[in-house]
């Protein structure tokens, strides 16, 4: 079982929301963690306590049911989950799904403009 302050609660949620963002690699995120421990002003603490770790986050996030929520910056209008979906549904708004031009929405490199990352904790 995991002892979870809720300083390591709040650490724990912002490197998932991370992970999750950037499609981190393990060791993408055992480094974000030795980083973290670095220039954390709590860093004495947290390595005194070891209350961060890969393992702890990992398992920790193994279990954690996520979703990723795209809606739109200009109205706050939730795009559906259909990737070609890429004009808001609010005829009054009219904004982009993802990032760029019309001309750039059906890039398979494109990125969405706004998200939300829910985690079920």
Excluded: W
Excluded at 2 to 16: D, N, P, R, W
Excluded at 19 to 35: F, M, P, Q, Y
Excluded at 90 to 114: D, I, M, V
């Amino acid at each position: 079982m995991i002892m979870v302050t809720a300083t390591s609660s709040i650490q724990y949620l912002c490197i998932m929301s991370y992970i999750l963002r950037h499609n981190a690699s393990g060791v993408a995120t055992k480094d974000l963690i030795e980083l973290t421990k670095c220039t954390s002003p709590l860093s004495e603490q947290i390595c005194k306590e070891g209350t961060l770790s890969y393992e702890k986050v990992m398992s920790l996030a193994g279990d954690t049911k996520c979703k990723i929520i795209h809606y739109d910056s200009l109205c706050d209008a939730v795009f559906p989950d259909d990737p070609n979906d890429i004009v808001c549904s609010n005829a009054a708004c009219g904004g982009f799904h993802y990032k760029g031009t019309l001309s750039s929405q059906h890039l398979k490199s494109r990125e969405p403009r706004c998200q939300l990352i829910l985690a079920d904790v």
